[in-house]
């Protein structure tokens, strides 16, 4: 063991041998060790890893806003719910963002070397960088705002992962086939609580119909695909989103006539925004939360 | 046979951190274990839930396991499909999860054609109190201390209790 040390993190290091991980990533092993993430033919790597990236950040945001709530949630149910819904939607993004970088090592390598692909992916890109749709970056608002845009984002999520559960990638069909499982609960608990608020007091009711009416502007960027969307969907890797519009509108229809909210009009014409790195300061703010500590001590373990 | 403990004796036994008194054999996470030639190891595992961060205790606790039973290396690959579901626990599991106050799964819900049907109420269930056996509880909560429970509650003997749902 050597005893002339740079910092007191290299000692750190030397004393825990090769447990010593860096301080603020997952820590983890390779989430996809021992998984074959051979390219399927007829895709391009890096369009395969642009569209892992955009459902890896539609995730990773949407945990990151979730756990906003802890500590702040209206009761100890709800917070441990949320943060538990979180925690799922954080293990898609490992495995979605760990698969991106397989596709395509290229950009983890140029952000972060030294580090996991998953982690230098999440903590040293920049806003722009980000592929997640809008609607996952705005504010949380109050509860029943946010338990609108979990059961906008649920809903639509579960469209699209039930989809990819035939994708030509093995990977990808993997991720979605658990995907499924956990998006089938979240669904229900959104859509339950809207139903519960919707169908409550006069002011629950009118706190979920201003939630309703503050989400629905980032509803039709869901539905607008962008180039490598449509590419990777005619090569049957990908699922195009314009086609998970009659099934969301069923969903939503079911749950807001339970609730006896109005169902909102059509929205007007939207064009792509996140997908193609266009994002609102929202996301700057959260970004600038999430990585604040990875990029200030970008050596640090523990 | 190279004197060694056998390593799926080994790897059976080791437990899942959040629910101990579960070993990864009666979880079914545990897929294979192979012996290679020059005296590695080689274990493949599922994940329960995409976020679960007990599998990376799991993958410590395999390593030392086995390296300490005197395998020369030892290499514990992750396998995602067919996804895990609560199906794989096994009986000895089932009866372990209830002696330790938590009620075990019923069988997971059967997927019909045609697209996932939203569950607006949840749905009326005889999930049997693990500490007194009466079936008359109701669901408190979809998520509790673990990604994988349910919080529930006895309306006999009035205590709350957990419930591994189905997925």
């Not at chain 1, 970088?101 to 972060?112: C, F, Y």
């Not at chain 2, 012996?35 to 007990?54: E, F, K, L, M, N």
Request: proline share 6%.
């Amino acid at each position: 063991m050597t005893t002339d040390h740079d910092s007191a993190y290299d000692s750190l290091a030397d004393e825990h041998g090769g447990d010593a991980r860096w301080a603020f990533g997952t820590g983890f092993d390779d989430p996809l060790s021992g998984v074959d993430t051979a390219i399927p033919g007829g895709v391009e790597a890096a369009d395969l890893a642009v569209y892992c990236l955009m459902l890896a950040d539609d995730a990773l945001v949407m945990s990151q806003r979730l756990t906003e709530w802890c500590t702040n949630a209206p009761e100890l149910e709800e917070e441990v719910a949320l943060a538990n819904i979180g925690l799922d939607l954080l293990g898609q993004a490992r495995l979605l963002l760990a698969r991106a970088g397989a596709a395509d090592p290229s950009i983890p390598q140029r952000l972060a070397a030294d580090l996991p692909h998953e982690d230098a992916l999440a903590y040293f890109r920049r806003a722009a960088e980000y592929r997640n749709v809008t609607l996952v970056e705005v504010d949380n608002g109050d509860f029943a705002r946010s338990a609108v845009r979990l059961l906008a984002f649920s809903t639509w999520r579960l469209a699209l992962l039930d989809r990819l559960t035939s994708s030509r990638d093995p990977v990808l069909a993997a991720v979605a086939a658990k995907g499924v499982k956990e998006v089938t609960y979240h669904r229900d608990y959104a859509a339950r609580w809207v139903v519960r608020l919707g169908d409550g007091t006069d002011l629950s009711h009118d706190r979920v119909a201003a939630g309703l009416a503050a989400t629905w502007p980032y509803v039709g960027e869901l539905f607008v695909s962008s180039d490598v969307e449509q590419r990777l969907a005619a090569a049957g890797v990908g699922v195009d989103p314009a086609g998970l519009r009659a099934e969301f509108d069923d969903v939503m229809r079911q749950v807001l006539a339970a609730a006896r909210l109005q169902h909102p009009a059509a929205e007007s014409t939207v064009d792509i925004a996140g997908r193609s790195g266009r994002h609102t300061e929202a996301l700057v703010s959260l970004l600038a939360e999430m990585q604040e500590l990875a990029r200030a001590h970008p050596e640090a373990i523990w | 046979m190279n004197g060694l403990i056998d390593a799926r004796t080994i790897a059976e036994a080791v437990t899942d951190p959040e629910l101990p008194m579960l070993t990864l054999a009666d979880l079914g996470v545990l897929r294979s274990v192979d012996v290679t030639v020059d005296g590695g190891v080689v274990v493949t595992i599922t994940p329960t839930y995409s976020g679960c961060p007990a599998m990376d205790a799991m993958r410590d606790d395999l390593r030392r396991g086995l390296y300490a039973a005197g395998y020369s290396s030892v290499d514990v690959r992750t396998v995602l499909h067919p996804a895990w579901s609560t199906d794989w626990i096994t009986a000895a599991g089932r009866t372990k999860l209830v002696e330790h106050g938590i009620a075990p799964p019923g069988p997971a819900r059967e997927r019909a054609a045609g697209p996932i049907p939203l569950t607006l109420a949840p749905p009326a269930r005889r999930i049997a109190c693990p500490l007194c056996g009466s079936p008359d509880t109701e669901e408190l909560s979809g998520f509790s201390a673990t990604a994988c429970k349910a919080l529930r509650r006895c309306r006999s003997c009035r205590e709350p209790f957990e419930h591994v749902k189905e997925i």
